[in-house]
Nanobody, 121 residues
Framework: QVQLVESGGGLVQVGGSLRLSCAAS????????MGWYRQAPGKERELVAT???????NYADSVKGRFTISRDDAKNTVYLQMNSLKPEDTAVYYC???????????????WGQGTQVTVSS
C-alpha cells in the first residue's frame, strides 16, 4: 500500500503564504494523479488542485492565480504553494493520490490524514 503524509499547515494572517507538502511512501508504486482537497467545517470536501504525472494541472476557480501545485516524482512528493491567503481558505487540507499502480494492480486511491490551515484576519 501507499502512505501519504502531509505537512506544512498552520496559522497564517490574511495575505500570507504557506507551502504544503505531501510525501508518498511504500513499495513498488507509481502515482498518476496527485492532488489537494480541502474541507471546511460544515462543508463538503472540495477539490483544490490536481497534477498528473505529465505535469498537467487543474485548479478550483477559487484558488486560481493564488495557489500553485507541483510534484517531485524523485521524492514522491506533491506541493501546494498558497499565496494571498484568505479567511475562506481555512480548512483541513488533504492530499490524494489516484490512479495509483501498486505492483501489478492499477486504480488505487489513497488519502492522507490532513493538515489544518487557518487564515486569521
Amino acid at each position: 500500500q501507499v502512505q501519504l503524509v502531509e505537512s506544512g499547515g498552520g496559522l497564517v494572517q490574511v495575505g500570507g503564504s504557506l507551502r504544503l507538502s505531501c510525501a508518498a511512501s511504500g513499495r513498488g508504486f507509481s502515482i498518476e494523479v496527485m492532488g489537494w482537497y480541502r474541507q471546511a467545517p460544515g462543508k463538503e470536501r472540495e477539490l483544490v488542485a490536481t497534477i498528473t504525472s505529465g505535469g498537467i494541472t487543474n485548479y478550483a476557480d477559487s484558488v486560481k492565480g493564488r495557489f500553485t501545485i507541483s510534484r517531485d516524482d524523485a521524492k514522491n512528493t506533491v506541493y501546494l504553494q498558497m499565496n494571498s491567503l484568505k479567511p475562506e481558505d481555512t480548512a483541513v487540507y488533504y492530499c490524494k493520490a489516484s490512479r495509483v499502480r501498486v505492483g501489478s494492480v492499477y486504480g488505487y486511491i489513497f488519502w492522507g490524514q490532513g493538515t489544518q490551515v487557518t487564515v486569521s484576519s
